[in-house]
């Protein structure tokens, strides 16, 4: 249920927020699609794991997670002892809806020779029921380390399952989940906007469909387009992904010029994520003040998710053995 901000007209927020992050010793992550303004009063930005392994390794007692539902509960997931609040629990994920557990449950017993290789953006209840997690950042290490003839079940985004395919020459069976926010950059607008700049480079993230994909110089996470846009000797970047990453790169390399990818009706605003911008100054000052809304795992359900994050985490940083993956 969505926490009702009440009447805090008069209130210097972001003082009352670094009050109270103080007070409860808290620590206030924002993922790269929130607002400017948590992005910058956040004690760490970033792409959703990293984030959450950050607060792991802080001595908070609280975490306020700037994001959606599931990255908060993957941040509870590692950090059992720790409060885990959302400014706006309505802050979900189209990929999460897209991949009910119920039905999930029941496609991996119907294919009960596949090992299920899926994307952090699900619930804990789906994360439970799989072998690895992966992240954008970390899928093209963990499959490559996946045997050929190993059969596997790719969910619940299919535009990353099937550029993992393409890329691979796998034939993983792809559950059919959609990101709302990648999928709504038009190619004809993409096009007309590169032949307005023929000197930029295209950045797009992996959930983009395939006709986006295509046309990009460099596919990769957020925080992979982030460090491109650094790396890069082009000065104007086109980025396909939720645009509110651009407040970093703008940040950091302000000399370059930044273009979010247009959606149908030619310009970006289509492609903002409507459940990150739910997230507030008075929504994450209310949470901290309440501790409210809280994330809470039953302690089961936690442990076996956290299985298949470790695994994610033991693959990302070396190899592991077909008969560690658990597929049932």
């Given at each position: 249920?969505?926490?009702?901000?009440?009447?805090?007209?008069?209130?210097?927020?972001?003082?009352?927020?670094?009050?109270?992050?103080?007070?409860?010793?808290?620590?206030?992550?924002?993922?790269?699609?929130?607002?400017?303004?948590?992005?910058?009063?956040?004690?760490?930005?970033?792409?959703?794991?990293?984030?959450?392994?950050?607060?792991?390794?802080?001595?908070?007692?609280?975490?306020?997670?700037?994001?959606?539902?599931?990255?908060?509960?993957?941040?509870?997931?590692?950090?059992?002892?720790?409060?885990?609040?959302?400014?706006?629990?309505?802050?979900?994920?189209?990929?999460?809806?897209?991949?009910?557990?119920?039905?999930?449950?029941?496609?991996?017993?119907?294919?009960?020779?596949?090992?299920?290789?899926?994307?952090?953006?699900?619930?804990?209840?789906?994360?439970?029921?799989?072998?690895?997690?992966?992240?954008?950042?970390?899928?093209?290490?963990?499959?490559?380390?996946?045997?050929?003839?190993?059969?596997?079940?790719?969910?619940?985004?299919?535009?990353?399952?099937?550029?993992?395919?393409?890329?691979?020459?796998?034939?993983?069976?792809?559950?059919?989940?959609?990101?709302?926010?990648?999928?709504?950059?038009?190619?004809?607008?993409?096009?007309?906007?590169?032949?307005?700049?023929?000197?930029?480079?295209?950045?797009?993230?992996?959930?983009?469909?395939?006709?986006?994909?295509?046309?990009?110089?460099?596919?990769?996470?957020?925080?992979?387009?982030?460090?491109?846009?650094?790396?890069?000797?082009?000065?104007?970047?086109?980025?396909?992904t939720e645009p509110h990453i651009i407040h970093q790169m703008q940040l950091a390399l302000p000399d370059k010029t930044f273009i979010g990818a247009p959606g149908a009706d030619g310009n970006c605003n289509c492609n903002v994520c409507p459940y990150m911008a739910l997230n507030t100054m008075e929504k994450l000052y209310i949470a901290l003040r309440d501790l409210e809304p809280r994330i809470e795992i039953e302690e089961?359900?936690?442990?076996?998710?956290?299985?298949?994050?470790?695994?994610?985490?033991?693959?990302?940083?070396?190899?592991?053995?077909?008969?560690?993956?658990?597929?049932?």
């Amino acid at each position: 249920m969505s926490f009702q901000p009440t009447n805090l007209a008069g209130l210097d927020l972001r003082a009352e927020i670094d009050r109270l992050r103080k007070e409860r010793n808290a620590v206030i992550l924002a993922h790269y699609y929130q607002k400017p303004e948590l992005q910058d009063l956040a004690d760490f930005v970033g792409d959703s794991l990293e984030l959450s392994k950050k607060a792991a390794d802080t001595d908070a007692e609280v975490i306020a997670f700037c994001g959606v539902k599931f990255m908060a509960e993957t941040a509870k997931i590692l950090s059992p002892n720790k409060i885990v609040v959302l400014p706006d629990m309505d802050a979900g994920c189209s990929l999460e809806d897209s991949c009910p557990p119920d039905a999930f449950k029941a496609f991996r017993a119907a294919h009960p020779d596949h090992i299920a290789l899926t994307y952090i953006n699900c619930s804990t209840e789906v994360k439970a029921l799989s072998d690895v997690i992966v992240t954008s950042s970390s899928a093209e290490t963990i499959l490559a380390q996946i045997p050929r003839d190993q059969p596997i079940i790719f969910g619940p985004d299919r535009h990353l399952g099937g550029y993992l395919n393409r890329k691979f020459d796998r034939e993983m069976l792809l559950w059919p989940g959609v990101c709302i926010v990648h999928e709504a950059f038009s190619e004809t607008e993409l096009l007309k906007l590169k032949a307005q700049h023929p000197e930029a480079s295209i950045a797009a993230h992996p959930e983009c469909p395939p006709h986006i994909i295509d046309h990009a110089d460099y596919v990769g996470s957020t925080s992979g387009i982030l460090q491109y846009a650094r790396t890069t000797n082009t000065q104007t970047l086109i980025v396909a992904t939720e645009p509110h990453i651009i407040h970093q790169m703008q940040l950091a390399l302000p000399d370059k010029t930044f273009i979010g990818a247009p959606g149908a009706d030619g310009n970006c605003n289509c492609n903002v994520c409507p459940y990150m911008a739910l997230n507030t100054m008075e929504k994450l000052y209310i949470a901290l003040r309440d501790l409210e809304p809280r994330i809470e795992i039953e302690e089961g359900l936690r442990l076996a998710a956290k299985k298949s994050l470790d695994a994610m985490l033991t693959m990302a940083s070396g190899t592991i053995g077909k008969g560690d993956l658990g597929g049932r």
